[in-house]
């Protein structure tokens, strides 16, 4: 049997954590759990991350670059109306598909929210540099017009909330959305 090098190490924690936060949220989810899922000792998971906060916020980073990665293949090759058409597509289906990048980004912005309550910034000031790369992400391929990216980033909030609340394809909720952006099925379905 071949051992994983440290980094690959490293990287089936983060790819664990997400699953784990996703489904459990910050407070919710123990690295004892993280740890299983990898197949490591606690003790382990702590040499490769500080603590538990490091190891969210590696899952937080993580999501966010896959999301940015998704519009950037989405976008290429496009601008403006087609570029928004195809990001809103690819994102919505992604999430439906595989809900955890959903689910990760309503617990990093209740984490984040959480945490600024508490006076820890550190969440939110990692949170907020990764959405806002984020944010860039969209602006240019969408004509780099501040009202197109706020509309743009603001329908994706509402994509996210009627899916994390259940609504179906077909409810009423849907239908302010262009079709490219109505989801298909059910989330997690």
């Known amino acids: 049997m071949v051992r994983m090098s440290a980094e690959e190490r490293r990287e089936s924690v983060v790819r664990a954590a997400l699953q784990e936060f996703a489904r459990g949220g910050y407070n919710g989810t123990s690295t004892d759990a993280i740890a299983k899922r990898v197949g490591v000792s606690q003790p382990y998971l702590f040499r490769l991350f500080p603590d538990k906060?490091?190891?969210?916020?590696?899952?937080?980073?993580?999501?966010?670059?896959?999301?940015?990665?998704l519009f950037e293949k989405a976008a290429e090759g496009l601008e403006g109306e087609e570029a928004q058409h195809a990001m809103a597509r690819a994102y919505t289906e992604a999430v439906v598909e595989?809900?955890?990048?959903?689910?990760?980004?309503?617990?990093?912005?209740?984490?984040?929210?959480?945490?600024?309550?508490?006076?820890?910034?550190?969440?939110?000031?990692?949170?907020?540099?990764?959405?806002?790369?984020?944010?860039?992400?969209?602006?240019?391929?969408?004509?780099?017009?501040?009202?197109?990216?706020?509309?743009?980033?603001?329908?994706?909030?509402?994509?996210?909330?009627?899916?994390?609340?259940?609504?179906?394809?077909?409810?009423?909720?849907?239908?302010?959305?262009?079709?490219?952006?109505?989801?298909?099925?059910?989330?997690?379905?």
């Open 53 to 69: 906060k490091a190891i969210f916020l590696a899952a937080v980073e993580r999501c966010i670059a896959e999301m940015k990665g």
């Open 98 to 189: 595989e809900p955890q990048w959903l689910l990760m980004q309503m617990h990093a912005f209740a984490a984040v929210a959480t945490a600024e309550e508490s006076g820890d910034h550190e969440f939110g000031a990692v949170v907020r540099a990764n959405w806002e790369d984020l944010w860039d992400t969209v602006h240019i391929p969408l004509g780099a017009e501040i009202d197109e990216t706020t509309a743009f980033m603001a329908y994706g909030m509402l994509i996210n909330c009627l899916l994390a609340m259940g609504f179906p394809p077909e409810h009423r909720l849907w239908e302010g959305l262009n079709a490219s952006a109505r989801a298909t099925r059910p989330f997690g379905n």
